[in-house]
C-alpha cells in the first residue's frame, strides 16, 4: 500500500495498516519539505508512478482528495481498521478508509475515497457519494443520502431518511433535522444553513 499525502489522517491510516499487517511500501508527499513521517521516510510521487501497487489518497480535505484522484490514475485500495463493525451486506468503495470504533450497518453503501472517521455511525440503508467525509462520533441514522464532498463534522446527528446534497459542510455538534440542499454549510441545533455555496 502507498500512502499519498504525508498528512495527521496518514498517520491513522498507517496505524490502520499496521494493524492489518498491510505493508506501507512508501508515504508520498508534493511538499519536498516533508521528509518523514512518525519515522517514516516520505518521497515524491515520480519516485512511484510505475507502480502497480494499490494506492490510499491519505489527504482529509474532501476537495484536496477528489483533485489529487482527477489527476492520477492509480489502483486503489481500502483500509479498514479490525476494530470498525461492518455489516457484510454493506459496500465499500475503492480508496476509502475507515476508522476504529466505527459502525456500518446493513445495506448501506459507502462510495469512493470517502473517510469515515473514528467512532462514527453510519446506520442501515445509508447512501454516501464520493469523497464524503463522516468525522469522528457522527450519528447517521438509517435511510440518509450524502452527495459528493459532504463532510458531516464531528459530533453531528443527522436523523433518519434525510437527503443532504453535494459538498455541504455540516458543523460539529449539528443536528440536521431537514433536507439540505447543495453547497449549504449547516450549524446548530436544529441545525440551520449559515452559508451556500450555490
Ligand atoms: C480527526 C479530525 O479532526 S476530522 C475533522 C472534523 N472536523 C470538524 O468536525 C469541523 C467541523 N467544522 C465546523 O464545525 C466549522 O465551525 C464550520 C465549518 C461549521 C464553520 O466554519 P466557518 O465557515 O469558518 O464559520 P465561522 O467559524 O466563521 O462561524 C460562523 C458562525 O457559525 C458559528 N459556528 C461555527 N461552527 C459552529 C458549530 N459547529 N456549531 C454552532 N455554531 C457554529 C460561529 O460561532 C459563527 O457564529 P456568529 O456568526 O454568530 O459569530
Known amino acids: 500500500m502507498i500512502l499519498y499525502g504525508a498528512s495527521g489522517h496518514a498517520k491513522v491510516i498507517l496505524d490502520i495498516c499496521q494493524a492489518n499487517k498491510v505493508e506501507v511500501t512508501a508515504i508520498l508527499d508534493d511538499n519536498k519539505n516533508i521528509t518523514s513521517l512518525n519515522g517514516h521516510r516520505v518521497s515524491q510521487l515520480d519516485d512511484q ?8 489518497i491519505s489527504v482529509g480535505d474532501n476537495r484536496t482528495r477528489k483533485k489529487m484522484v482527477d489527476r492520477n490514475d492509480f489502483f486503489y485500495g481500502n483500509a479498514i481498521h479490525p476494530n470498525a463493525v461492518v455489516d457484510k451486506t454493506s459496500v465499500i468503495d475503492v480508496g476509502s478508509v475507515v476508522m476504529a470504533g466505527v459502525i456500518i450497518n446493513a445495506s448501506s453503501i ?3 475515497h470517502c473517510i469515515i472517521n473514528t467512532s ?5 440503508d445509508c447512501t454516501l457519494k464520493d469523497f464524503v467525509h463522516i468525522s469522528p462520533n457522527a450519528t447517521l441514522c438509517g435511510g440518509i443520502e450524502l452527495g459528493e464532498g459532504t463532510q458531516i463534522g464531528a459530533g453531528a446527528v ?5 437527503k443532504i446534497g453535494k459538498w455541504c459542510t455540516i458543523g460539529a455538534g449539528a443536528v440536521v433535522i431537514s433536507d439540505i440542499p447543495d453547497g449549504a454549510t449547516v450549524v446548530g441545533n436544529p441545525g440551520r444553513i449559515i452559508k451556500s455555496n450555490n
Do not use: M, Q, W, Y
Not at 49 to 55: D, I, K, L, V, Y
Not at 158 to 162: A, D, M, S, T
Open 120 to 124: 462514527a455511525t453510519v446506520d442501515h
Open 49 to 56: 508512478r510505475s507502480t502497480n501497487e494499490t494506492f490510499i
Open 110 to 112: 459507502i462510495g469512493k
Open 158 to 162: 443527522v436523523i433518519p431518511n434525510l
